[in-house]
Protein backbone atom coordinates (compact mmCIF):
# COMPACT_ATOMS: atom_id res chain seq x y z
CA UNK A 1 0.00 0.00 0.00
CA UNK A 2 1.25 3.17 -0.79
CA UNK A 3 2.32 5.98 1.53
CA UNK A 4 1.53 9.35 2.21
CA UNK A 5 3.96 12.18 2.04
CA UNK A 6 3.47 12.43 5.80
CA UNK A 7 3.60 9.06 6.32
CA UNK A 8 7.18 8.55 4.38
CA UNK A 9 8.35 12.04 5.93
CA UNK A 10 7.47 10.64 10.07
CA UNK A 11 8.58 6.83 9.50
CA UNK A 12 12.13 7.95 7.69
CA UNK A 13 12.44 10.10 11.27
CA UNK A 14 10.81 7.51 13.30
CA UNK A 15 13.67 4.91 11.90
CA UNK A 16 16.75 8.21 11.99
CA UNK A 17 15.96 7.70 15.20
CA UNK A 18 14.21 11.13 16.14
CA UNK A 19 12.08 10.66 19.39
CA UNK A 20 10.72 14.35 19.82
CA UNK A 21 9.35 16.56 17.26
CA UNK A 22 8.41 20.08 18.93
CA UNK A 23 5.72 23.05 17.26
CA UNK A 24 2.70 24.62 17.46
CA UNK A 25 -0.06 22.59 15.01
CA UNK A 26 -1.70 24.22 12.23
CA UNK A 27 -3.67 23.45 9.25
CA UNK A 28 -0.93 22.63 6.63
CA UNK A 29 0.75 20.96 9.44
CA UNK A 30 -2.19 18.71 10.47
CA UNK A 31 -1.39 15.20 8.08
CA UNK A 32 2.05 15.53 9.73
CA UNK A 33 1.38 15.65 13.32
CA UNK A 34 -1.56 13.23 12.34
CA UNK A 35 0.78 10.92 11.34
CA UNK A 36 2.97 11.55 14.81
CA UNK A 37 -0.72 11.00 16.47
CA UNK A 38 -0.11 7.16 15.05
CA UNK A 39 3.29 6.29 15.58
CA UNK A 40 4.72 4.16 17.96
CA UNK A 41 7.82 5.86 19.62
CA UNK A 42 7.19 9.32 18.51
CA UNK A 43 6.34 12.44 20.52
CA UNK A 44 4.61 15.10 19.12
CA UNK A 45 5.53 18.19 21.78
CA UNK A 46 3.10 20.44 21.34
CA UNK A 47 4.70 24.42 22.12
CA UNK A 48 2.97 27.73 23.07
CA UNK A 49 5.98 29.20 21.21
CA UNK A 50 7.45 28.20 17.82
CA UNK A 51 10.66 29.79 18.85
CA UNK A 52 10.40 27.41 21.82
CA UNK A 53 10.22 24.83 19.51
CA UNK A 54 13.28 25.45 17.87
CA UNK A 55 15.52 26.25 20.75
CA UNK A 56 14.18 22.64 22.44
CA UNK A 57 15.02 21.03 18.90
CA UNK A 58 18.31 22.47 18.73
CA UNK A 59 19.14 21.35 22.18
CA UNK A 60 18.34 17.85 22.05
CA UNK A 61 20.81 17.73 18.67
CA UNK A 62 23.47 19.53 20.90
CA UNK A 63 23.21 16.78 23.78
CA UNK A 64 23.04 13.71 21.44
CA UNK A 65 25.03 15.01 18.55
CA UNK A 66 22.07 13.53 16.33
CA UNK A 67 19.32 15.38 14.36
CA UNK A 68 16.69 17.80 16.01
CA UNK A 69 13.52 18.18 14.30
CA UNK A 70 10.92 20.96 15.02
CA UNK A 71 7.83 22.25 13.01
CA UNK A 72 6.34 25.58 12.60
CA UNK A 73 3.15 26.20 9.84
CA UNK A 74 2.07 28.44 7.31
CA UNK A 75 3.65 32.05 7.19
CA UNK A 76 3.84 33.39 11.24
CA UNK A 77 4.78 30.04 12.48
CA UNK A 78 7.83 29.59 10.49
CA UNK A 79 8.87 32.97 10.78
CA UNK A 80 8.75 32.12 14.93
CA UNK A 81 11.56 29.45 13.74
CA UNK A 82 13.86 31.95 12.78
CA UNK A 83 15.95 32.78 16.38
CA UNK A 84 15.72 29.04 17.55
CA UNK A 85 16.92 28.07 14.22
CA UNK A 86 19.89 30.64 14.26
CA UNK A 87 20.98 29.70 17.32
CA UNK A 88 21.16 26.24 16.27
CA UNK A 89 22.62 27.40 13.09
CA UNK A 90 25.61 29.51 15.27
CA UNK A 91 26.24 26.64 17.33
CA UNK A 92 26.68 24.39 14.40
CA UNK A 93 24.45 21.47 15.67
CA UNK A 94 22.60 19.69 12.62
CA UNK A 95 18.87 20.85 12.94
CA UNK A 96 15.59 19.89 10.79
CA UNK A 97 12.54 22.17 10.37
CA UNK A 98 9.48 21.37 8.31
CA UNK A 99 7.47 24.19 7.40
CA UNK A 100 4.10 24.61 6.52
CA UNK A 101 3.02 26.51 2.87
CA UNK A 102 -0.01 27.26 1.96
CA UNK A 103 -1.63 24.79 -0.85
CA UNK A 104 0.72 24.73 -4.15
CA UNK A 105 -1.66 26.30 -6.51
CA UNK A 106 -1.55 29.23 -4.49
CA UNK A 107 2.46 29.65 -4.11
CA UNK A 108 3.22 33.14 -5.04
CA UNK A 109 -0.31 34.46 -5.63
CA UNK A 110 0.12 36.71 -1.94
CA UNK A 111 -2.09 33.97 -1.08
CA UNK A 112 -3.21 34.75 3.34
CA UNK A 113 -0.74 33.67 5.18
CA UNK A 114 1.68 33.51 2.62
CA UNK A 115 5.50 33.50 3.09
CA UNK A 116 8.43 32.53 0.57
CA UNK A 117 10.05 30.23 3.01
CA UNK A 118 13.11 30.04 0.61
CA UNK A 119 13.83 33.28 0.91
CA UNK A 120 12.61 33.95 4.43
CA UNK A 121 15.39 30.99 5.26
CA UNK A 122 18.05 31.47 2.94
CA UNK A 123 20.64 32.83 5.67
CA UNK A 124 20.31 30.48 8.10
CA UNK A 125 19.87 27.24 6.49
CA UNK A 126 22.61 25.05 4.95
CA UNK A 127 19.54 23.58 2.93
CA UNK A 128 16.30 24.47 2.02
CA UNK A 129 13.31 23.69 -0.46
CA UNK A 130 9.96 23.62 -1.05
CA UNK A 131 8.28 20.15 -1.93
CA UNK A 132 6.59 19.96 -5.20
CA UNK A 133 5.67 17.24 -6.02
CA UNK A 134 5.23 14.04 -4.04
CA UNK A 135 7.44 12.01 -6.51
CA UNK A 136 10.29 14.30 -4.93
CA UNK A 137 10.43 11.61 -1.63
CA UNK A 138 12.16 10.54 -0.43
CA UNK A 139 15.51 12.07 -1.94
CA UNK A 140 14.70 15.34 -1.12
CA UNK A 141 14.05 14.13 2.59
CA UNK A 142 17.25 12.25 1.95
CA UNK A 143 19.33 15.49 1.25
CA UNK A 144 17.69 18.16 3.56
CA UNK A 145 18.77 15.57 6.10
CA UNK A 146 22.46 14.23 5.32
CA UNK A 147 22.89 17.90 4.60
CA UNK A 148 22.16 18.89 7.87
CA UNK A 149 23.88 16.26 9.22
CA UNK A 150 27.31 16.82 7.53
CA UNK A 151 27.39 20.55 7.45
CA UNK A 152 26.11 20.47 11.18
CA UNK A 153 23.45 23.31 10.67
CA UNK A 154 19.78 23.67 10.01
CA UNK A 155 17.85 22.36 6.57
CA UNK A 156 14.28 23.38 5.93
CA UNK A 157 11.80 21.65 4.18
CA UNK A 158 8.44 23.46 3.13
CA UNK A 159 5.78 21.34 2.77
CA UNK A 160 2.32 22.99 1.30
CA UNK A 161 -0.61 22.44 3.01
CA UNK A 162 -2.04 20.44 0.22
CA UNK A 163 0.48 17.43 -0.62
CA UNK A 164 0.98 16.01 2.76
CA UNK A 165 -1.84 13.46 1.93
CA UNK A 166 -0.55 12.31 -1.30
CA UNK A 167 0.51 9.41 -2.05
CA UNK A 168 4.11 8.93 -2.70
CA UNK A 169 4.81 6.89 -6.28
CA UNK A 170 7.32 5.02 -5.61
CA UNK A 171 7.54 3.81 -1.58
CA UNK A 172 10.95 3.15 -0.67
CA UNK A 173 12.67 3.63 2.50
CA UNK A 174 14.95 6.31 2.96
CA UNK A 175 18.84 6.14 3.18
CA UNK A 176 20.29 8.63 5.34
CA UNK A 177 23.59 7.10 6.84
CA UNK A 178 26.54 8.77 6.53
CA UNK A 179 30.30 7.80 7.57
CA UNK A 180 32.00 10.64 9.58
CA UNK A 181 35.39 11.61 7.60
CA UNK A 182 38.57 11.70 9.95
CA UNK A 183 40.76 14.79 8.34
CA UNK A 184 44.65 15.12 9.47
CA UNK A 185 46.68 18.14 8.49
CA UNK A 186 49.99 17.24 6.59
CA UNK A 187 52.54 15.78 8.45
CA UNK A 188 55.23 18.58 8.17
CA UNK A 189 52.73 21.02 8.91
CA UNK A 190 52.53 18.77 12.51
CA UNK A 191 56.50 18.41 12.50
CA UNK A 192 56.80 22.39 12.41
CA UNK A 193 54.31 22.84 14.74
CA UNK A 194 55.86 20.36 16.62
CA UNK A 195 59.23 22.22 16.34
CA UNK A 196 57.87 25.45 17.71
CA UNK A 197 56.28 23.91 20.64
CA UNK A 198 59.52 22.14 21.64
CA UNK A 199 61.73 25.25 21.34
CA UNK A 200 58.96 27.38 22.96
CA UNK A 201 59.43 27.89 26.98
CA UNK A 202 55.84 28.58 27.93
CA UNK A 203 52.86 27.23 26.09
CA UNK A 204 48.95 28.09 26.87
CA UNK A 205 46.24 26.09 25.22
CA UNK A 206 43.30 27.71 24.47
CA UNK A 207 40.76 24.38 24.71
CA UNK A 208 37.14 24.81 22.58
CA UNK A 209 34.13 22.91 22.24
CA UNK A 210 35.57 21.16 19.16
CA UNK A 211 38.31 19.63 21.05
CA UNK A 212 35.60 17.97 23.44
CA UNK A 213 36.01 14.04 21.85
CA UNK A 214 39.65 14.40 22.54
CA UNK A 215 39.96 15.12 25.94
CA UNK A 216 42.84 12.86 27.08
CA UNK A 217 44.85 13.70 24.05
CA UNK A 218 44.66 17.22 25.36
CA UNK A 219 45.27 16.57 28.62
CA UNK A 220 48.28 14.20 27.63
CA UNK A 221 49.77 17.16 25.37
CA UNK A 222 49.32 20.03 28.38
CA UNK A 223 51.35 17.78 30.23
CA UNK A 224 53.99 17.03 27.79
CA UNK A 225 54.21 20.43 27.53
CA UNK A 226 53.38 21.80 30.92
CA UNK A 227 50.98 24.30 29.65
CA UNK A 228 48.00 25.65 31.54
CA UNK A 229 44.83 25.21 29.82
CA UNK A 230 42.10 28.12 28.92
CA UNK A 231 38.75 27.23 28.31
CA UNK A 232 36.48 28.29 26.57
CA UNK A 233 32.77 28.79 28.11
CA UNK A 234 31.61 25.58 25.95
CA UNK A 235 34.69 23.87 26.99
CA UNK A 236 33.78 23.94 30.59
CA UNK A 237 31.89 20.66 29.70
CA UNK A 238 34.49 17.96 29.52
CA UNK A 239 37.36 20.22 30.57
CA UNK A 240 36.30 20.77 34.09
CA UNK A 241 36.89 19.03 37.41
CA UNK A 242 39.12 17.18 39.39
CA UNK A 243 40.66 14.87 36.72
CA UNK A 244 42.46 18.29 34.93
CA UNK A 245 44.89 19.57 36.41
CA UNK A 246 45.57 21.85 33.74
CA UNK A 247 42.76 24.07 33.46
CA UNK A 248 42.64 27.71 34.57
CA UNK A 249 39.03 28.34 34.09
CA UNK A 250 38.12 31.09 30.82
CA UNK A 251 39.16 34.02 29.65
CA UNK A 252 37.21 36.85 28.35
CA UNK A 253 34.68 39.43 30.21
CA UNK A 254 33.24 36.45 31.98
CA UNK A 255 36.51 35.13 32.53
CA UNK A 256 39.66 35.59 35.54
CA UNK A 257 42.91 36.96 36.33
CA UNK A 258 44.40 33.77 36.08
CA UNK A 259 43.32 32.85 32.35
CA UNK A 260 44.18 36.06 31.46
CA UNK A 261 47.56 36.54 32.72
CA UNK A 262 48.30 32.40 31.24
CA UNK A 263 47.32 33.88 28.01
CA UNK A 264 49.59 37.10 28.21
CA UNK A 265 52.51 35.54 29.67
CA UNK A 266 52.85 32.72 26.91
CA UNK A 267 55.59 32.66 24.13
CA UNK A 268 53.17 30.41 22.20
CA UNK A 269 49.52 30.23 22.43
CA UNK A 270 47.94 26.69 20.86
CA UNK A 271 44.08 26.60 19.97
CA UNK A 272 42.54 23.83 20.00
CA UNK A 273 39.26 23.44 18.17
CA UNK A 274 37.79 27.05 19.20
CA UNK A 275 36.99 29.91 17.63
CA UNK A 276 36.92 32.26 20.43
CA UNK A 277 35.49 35.63 18.91
CA UNK A 278 36.64 38.50 21.47
CA UNK A 279 39.84 39.93 19.68
CA UNK A 280 40.82 42.02 22.80
CA UNK A 281 41.68 38.94 24.46
CA UNK A 282 44.29 37.40 22.64
CA UNK A 283 47.51 37.70 23.98
CA UNK A 284 50.04 40.44 21.92
CA UNK A 285 53.60 39.33 20.39
CA UNK A 286 53.55 35.67 20.97
CA UNK A 287 53.54 32.89 18.02
CA UNK A 288 49.82 31.23 17.60
CA UNK A 289 48.87 27.90 16.05
CA UNK A 290 45.70 27.04 15.47
CA UNK A 291 44.14 23.47 15.05
CA UNK A 292 40.40 23.70 13.30
CA UNK A 293 38.60 20.92 11.32
CA UNK A 294 37.22 23.95 9.37
CA UNK A 295 40.15 26.15 7.20
CA UNK A 296 38.06 29.69 6.89
CA UNK A 297 38.32 29.48 11.16
CA UNK A 298 42.08 29.42 10.95
CA UNK A 299 43.30 33.70 11.55
CA UNK A 300 40.10 34.69 11.61
CA UNK A 301 40.45 35.89 15.54
CA UNK A 302 43.99 36.76 15.60
CA UNK A 303 47.17 36.46 13.32
CA UNK A 304 48.00 32.56 13.37
CA UNK A 305 51.74 31.46 12.53
CA UNK A 306 50.64 27.90 11.54
CA UNK A 307 47.21 26.55 10.90
CA UNK A 308 46.52 23.12 11.05
CA UNK A 309 43.76 21.86 9.24
CA UNK A 310 42.12 18.35 10.67
CA UNK A 311 40.30 16.84 13.44
CA UNK A 312 41.69 17.59 16.40
CA UNK A 313 42.07 14.23 18.19
CA UNK A 314 43.72 13.21 15.20
CA UNK A 315 45.90 16.04 14.71
CA UNK A 316 46.68 16.48 18.92
CA UNK A 317 47.60 12.58 18.43
CA UNK A 318 50.00 13.39 15.43
CA UNK A 319 51.94 16.44 17.64
CA UNK A 320 52.65 14.24 20.77
CA UNK A 321 54.49 11.84 18.33
CA UNK A 322 56.14 14.51 16.56
CA UNK A 323 57.41 16.09 20.39
CA UNK A 324 60.79 15.79 20.86
CA UNK A 325 60.88 17.18 24.26
CA UNK A 326 63.73 19.55 25.77
CA UNK A 327 66.73 20.02 24.24
CA UNK A 328 68.95 18.00 26.78
CA UNK A 329 66.37 15.68 27.32
CA UNK A 330 65.39 16.67 30.85
CA UNK A 331 62.14 17.46 32.41
CA UNK A 332 60.20 20.59 31.33
CA UNK A 333 59.87 23.39 33.28
CA UNK A 334 56.89 23.87 34.50
CA UNK A 335 56.81 27.14 36.22
CA UNK A 336 54.56 28.50 33.40
CA UNK A 337 51.77 26.37 34.54
CA UNK A 338 52.49 26.04 38.56
CA UNK A 339 52.39 29.85 38.73
CA UNK A 340 48.73 29.67 35.88
CA UNK A 341 47.51 27.07 38.58
CA UNK A 342 48.48 28.88 41.64
CA UNK A 343 46.71 32.14 40.62
CA UNK A 344 43.71 30.54 39.55
CA UNK A 345 43.32 28.39 43.12
CA UNK A 346 43.82 32.05 44.44
CA UNK A 347 41.08 33.36 42.80
CA UNK A 348 38.85 30.40 43.59
CA UNK A 349 39.53 30.79 46.68
CA UNK A 350 38.03 34.79 46.96
CA UNK A 351 35.26 33.69 44.40
CA UNK A 352 34.09 30.91 47.44
CA UNK A 353 34.04 33.75 49.93
CA UNK A 354 32.10 35.57 48.01
CA UNK A 355 29.54 32.93 47.14
CA UNK A 356 29.38 32.22 51.05
CA UNK A 357 25.98 33.55 52.65
CA UNK A 358 27.55 35.09 55.50
CA UNK A 359 29.91 37.26 53.49
CA UNK A 360 27.48 40.06 54.03
CA UNK A 361 27.86 39.62 57.71
CA UNK A 362 32.16 40.18 58.17
CA UNK A 363 34.01 43.29 57.75
CA UNK A 364 34.86 43.56 54.28
CA UNK A 365 31.11 42.05 53.45
CA UNK A 366 29.33 44.84 55.56
CA UNK A 367 31.36 47.63 53.92
CA UNK A 368 31.06 45.86 50.14
CA UNK A 369 26.89 45.32 51.01
CA UNK A 370 27.19 49.83 52.35
CA UNK A 371 27.91 50.38 48.59
CA UNK A 372 26.61 47.70 46.02
CA UNK A 373 23.57 46.01 48.21
CA UNK A 374 22.62 48.30 50.92
CA UNK A 375 19.01 46.78 50.19
CA UNK A 376 20.53 43.39 51.49
CA UNK A 377 19.35 41.43 48.41
CA UNK A 378 20.51 37.84 48.02
CA UNK A 379 24.28 37.29 46.13
CA UNK A 380 23.81 35.42 43.21
CA UNK A 381 26.84 34.18 43.72
CA UNK A 382 25.78 32.65 46.32
CA UNK A 383 22.76 31.22 44.15
CA UNK A 384 24.76 29.75 41.89
CA UNK A 385 27.17 27.79 44.45
CA UNK A 386 23.99 26.76 46.32
CA UNK A 387 22.80 25.28 43.24
CA UNK A 388 26.00 23.82 41.82
CA UNK A 389 26.27 21.71 45.86
CA UNK A 390 22.45 20.29 44.82
CA UNK A 391 22.67 19.13 41.52
CA UNK A 392 23.69 15.85 40.53
CA UNK A 393 26.70 15.17 38.92
CA UNK A 394 25.07 14.03 35.32
CA UNK A 395 22.83 17.12 35.51
CA UNK A 396 22.42 19.19 32.34
CA UNK A 397 22.73 22.83 32.72
CA UNK A 398 21.29 25.45 30.41
CA UNK A 399 22.20 29.42 30.55
CA UNK A 400 19.80 32.50 29.72
CA UNK A 401 22.74 35.03 27.77
CA UNK A 402 23.60 37.70 30.06
CA UNK A 403 24.28 37.68 34.12
CA UNK A 404 23.04 34.09 34.79
CA UNK A 405 25.87 32.69 32.22
CA UNK A 406 28.45 34.83 33.97
CA UNK A 407 27.04 33.39 37.98
CA UNK A 408 27.10 29.69 36.08
CA UNK A 409 30.10 30.10 34.31
CA UNK A 410 32.42 31.21 37.66
CA UNK A 411 30.67 29.21 40.33
CA UNK A 412 29.21 25.71 38.73
CA UNK A 413 31.78 23.02 37.70
CA UNK A 414 31.47 20.60 35.00
CA UNK A 415 31.93 17.71 37.03
CA UNK A 416 31.51 14.25 36.41
CA UNK A 417 28.71 13.67 33.62
CA UNK A 418 27.17 17.12 33.67
CA UNK A 419 26.55 18.76 30.55
CA UNK A 420 25.80 22.70 29.70
CA UNK A 421 23.95 24.12 26.83
CA UNK A 422 23.44 27.53 25.99
CA UNK A 423 23.17 30.48 23.46
CA UNK A 424 26.55 31.07 23.39
CA UNK A 425 27.28 32.33 20.04
CA UNK A 426 24.58 34.30 18.70
CA UNK A 427 23.96 35.10 22.16
CA UNK A 428 19.89 35.01 22.27
CA UNK A 429 17.59 36.38 25.44
CA UNK A 430 15.30 33.53 26.11
CA UNK A 431 16.96 30.12 25.18
CA UNK A 432 17.42 28.66 28.87
CA UNK A 433 13.91 27.58 29.75
CA UNK A 434 12.82 26.00 26.65
CA UNK A 435 16.75 24.84 25.91
CA UNK A 436 15.73 23.07 29.11
CA UNK A 437 12.34 21.45 27.75
CA UNK A 438 14.05 19.90 24.87
CA UNK A 439 17.04 18.03 27.44
CA UNK A 440 14.33 17.00 29.63
CA UNK A 441 12.47 15.21 26.84
CA UNK A 442 15.43 13.14 26.15
CA UNK A 443 15.45 11.46 29.76
CA UNK A 444 12.71 12.63 32.06
CA UNK A 445 15.16 10.63 34.42
CA UNK A 446 17.58 12.72 34.44
CA UNK A 447 17.99 16.05 36.44
CA UNK A 448 17.91 19.62 33.71
CA UNK A 449 18.46 22.66 35.43
CA UNK A 450 17.94 26.03 33.79
CA UNK A 451 19.67 29.36 34.60
CA UNK A 452 17.23 31.90 33.93
CA UNK A 453 17.43 35.69 33.58
CA UNK A 454 13.94 37.09 34.53
CA UNK A 455 14.31 38.65 31.21
CA UNK A 456 14.49 35.65 29.32
CA UNK A 457 12.21 34.16 31.27
CA UNK A 458 9.16 36.57 30.88
CA UNK A 459 10.17 36.42 27.47
CA UNK A 460 8.85 33.13 26.50
CA UNK A 461 6.96 32.70 29.87
CA UNK A 462 3.91 30.87 28.03
CA UNK A 463 6.23 28.09 27.67
CA UNK A 464 6.11 27.18 31.15
CA UNK A 465 2.44 25.59 30.08
CA UNK A 466 4.91 23.02 28.20
CA UNK A 467 6.65 21.77 31.03
CA UNK A 468 3.43 21.55 33.21
CA UNK A 469 1.56 19.34 30.35
CA UNK A 470 4.55 17.61 29.77
CA UNK A 471 4.75 16.99 33.42
CA UNK A 472 8.89 17.39 32.54
CA UNK A 473 10.51 18.09 36.05
CA UNK A 474 12.88 20.46 35.25
CA UNK A 475 14.28 22.77 38.24
CA UNK A 476 13.81 26.44 36.56
CA UNK A 477 15.96 28.91 38.75
CA UNK A 478 15.85 32.13 38.51
CA UNK A 479 17.94 34.69 39.31
CA UNK A 480 15.86 37.81 39.22
CA UNK A 481 17.82 41.23 39.68
CA UNK A 482 14.61 43.23 38.45
CA UNK A 483 17.04 44.31 35.51
CA UNK A 484 18.34 43.57 32.51
CA UNK A 485 21.70 42.75 34.33
CA UNK A 486 24.34 42.42 31.69
CA UNK A 487 22.74 45.28 29.55
CA UNK A 488 22.98 47.35 32.90
CA UNK A 489 26.90 46.48 33.37
CA UNK A 490 27.38 47.56 30.04
CA UNK A 491 25.95 50.36 29.58
CA UNK A 492 27.64 52.01 33.02
CA UNK A 493 30.64 50.43 32.21
CA UNK A 494 30.73 52.60 29.27
CA UNK A 495 30.25 55.71 31.57
CA UNK A 496 26.15 55.68 30.65
CA UNK A 497 23.31 56.05 33.77
CA UNK A 498 21.57 52.50 33.70
CA UNK A 499 18.55 53.37 30.99
CA UNK A 500 15.81 50.95 30.24
CA UNK A 501 16.98 47.72 32.18
CA UNK A 502 14.37 48.05 34.63
CA UNK A 503 11.83 45.11 34.46
CA UNK A 504 8.35 45.41 36.62
CA UNK A 505 8.53 41.98 37.05
CA UNK A 506 5.52 39.88 38.74
CA UNK A 507 5.93 37.12 41.29
CA UNK A 508 7.27 34.43 39.25
CA UNK A 509 6.60 31.94 41.97
CA UNK A 510 3.51 32.37 41.90
CA UNK A 511 2.63 32.65 38.32
CA UNK A 512 4.21 28.90 38.42
CA UNK A 513 1.64 28.59 40.84
CA UNK A 514 -1.25 29.70 39.12
CA UNK A 515 0.39 27.48 35.99
CA UNK A 516 0.45 24.35 38.25
CA UNK A 517 4.48 24.46 39.18
CA UNK A 518 5.55 24.31 42.04
CA UNK A 519 6.89 28.00 42.95
CA UNK A 520 9.43 28.46 45.39
CA UNK A 521 9.83 32.80 46.28
CA UNK A 522 13.41 33.32 48.15
CA UNK A 523 13.68 36.68 49.53
CA UNK A 524 16.16 36.18 52.78
CA UNK A 525 19.43 35.22 52.52
CA UNK A 526 19.52 33.06 55.41
CA UNK A 527 16.72 30.88 53.55
CA UNK A 528 18.69 30.38 50.34
CA UNK A 529 20.31 26.98 50.99
CA UNK A 530 17.01 25.50 51.91
CA UNK A 531 15.04 26.62 49.46
CA UNK A 532 17.62 25.15 47.11
CA UNK A 533 17.29 22.16 48.37
CA UNK A 534 13.83 21.93 48.47
CA UNK A 535 13.40 22.98 45.05
CA UNK A 536 15.56 19.67 44.09
CA UNK A 537 13.98 17.42 46.31
CA UNK A 538 10.41 18.00 44.71
CA UNK A 539 8.90 15.95 42.27
CA UNK A 540 8.01 17.77 39.12
CA UNK A 541 8.97 20.95 37.60
CA UNK A 542 9.71 23.71 40.02
CA UNK A 543 10.59 27.64 39.45
CA UNK A 544 12.54 28.72 42.00
CA UNK A 545 12.77 32.51 42.08
CA UNK A 546 15.28 34.38 43.58
CA UNK A 547 15.63 38.16 44.21
CA UNK A 548 18.97 38.75 43.91
CA UNK A 549 20.78 42.20 43.88
CA UNK A 550 20.68 44.12 40.92
CA UNK A 551 23.97 46.12 41.65
CA UNK A 552 26.07 42.89 41.71
CA UNK A 553 29.13 43.71 39.74
CA UNK A 554 30.82 41.24 37.71
CA UNK A 555 34.47 42.17 37.19
CA UNK A 556 36.10 40.97 33.98
CA UNK A 557 39.41 39.19 34.20
CA UNK A 558 41.43 42.49 33.52
CA UNK A 559 39.27 45.27 34.32
CA UNK A 560 40.68 48.91 32.18
CA UNK A 561 41.19 51.76 33.97
CA UNK A 562 38.44 52.94 31.16
CA UNK A 563 36.25 50.48 32.10
CA UNK A 564 36.51 51.80 36.07
CA UNK A 565 36.44 55.43 34.98
CA UNK A 566 32.93 54.56 33.15
CA UNK A 567 31.32 52.67 36.10
CA UNK A 568 32.24 55.84 38.43
CA UNK A 569 30.91 58.16 36.30
CA UNK A 570 27.97 55.94 35.37
CA UNK A 571 27.37 55.89 39.31
CA UNK A 572 27.46 59.25 39.74
CA UNK A 573 24.91 60.04 37.22
CA UNK A 574 22.46 57.66 38.50
CA UNK A 575 23.18 58.98 41.95
CA UNK A 576 21.87 62.64 40.63
CA UNK A 577 19.16 61.88 38.78
CA UNK A 578 17.97 59.69 41.64
CA UNK A 579 17.83 62.50 44.21
CA UNK A 580 16.62 64.89 40.99
CA UNK A 581 13.41 62.38 40.75
CA UNK A 582 12.60 63.07 44.52
CA UNK A 583 10.39 65.67 45.89
CA UNK A 584 13.20 66.45 48.38
CA UNK A 585 14.69 69.31 46.62
Given at each position: M?RT ?8 L?E???R ?11 PLT?A ?17 A ?18 G??G?G?VH???G??D ?14 V???E ?5 F ?6 A ?7 FR?T?T ?6 Q ?5 VRT??S?K ?6 V ?11 D?P ?5 SE?V ?7 VA ?5 L?SS???T??V???A?A ?6 A?AD????P ?9 G ?14 L ?5 A ?5 D?D ?7 D?P?R?WY?Q ?5 QV ?18 G???ATV?D??R????T ?6 D ?5 GAR??F ?15 D???V ?10 D?G???EA????V ?10 T ?5 A??WL ?7 G?R?L ?7 S?A ?18 V??C???G?S ?6 M ?6 L?VKL?V?D ?5 M??L???Q??L??F?TV???P ?14 R???PT????S?R???D ?12 P ?6 A???V?Q??G ?9 V ?6 D??
Open positions: AVARVVVDASLGVQVFGVVGDALNDLRTTDGMEWVGCRHEEAAFAASAQSQLTDTLGVCMTVPSLLNLYAAKSRTPVLAIAGQPLALGSDYQEVDNDLFADVAVALSPGQLPMLETAALRGVAVLTPGDLGDQEVPERARFRLPSRPDEEAEAARRDERVLLGRGRAREDVLLRLAAMVLTLKAKEFEGEGNPFQVGQTGIGNPAASALQATLLMLGTFYDPGCTVIDTEAAHIGRRVPVDLGLVDTGRLLHLAGADGGARRSHLDRREQWRAGQARLADPAHHGLGRLRSALDNRHIRPLAAADRAAADDAVFSDTGMTVSRFVEMRARIGSYNLGMNAMPQALGAQCLDRNRQVAFGDGLMLLGDLTLRSGKPVFNRRLGVKEQEAGPEGLDNDFAAVATAMGITGIVTDELEAVRAFTPGPVLLDVLTNDEVAVPKPTEGWFAVAKMKEARSLGDTDR
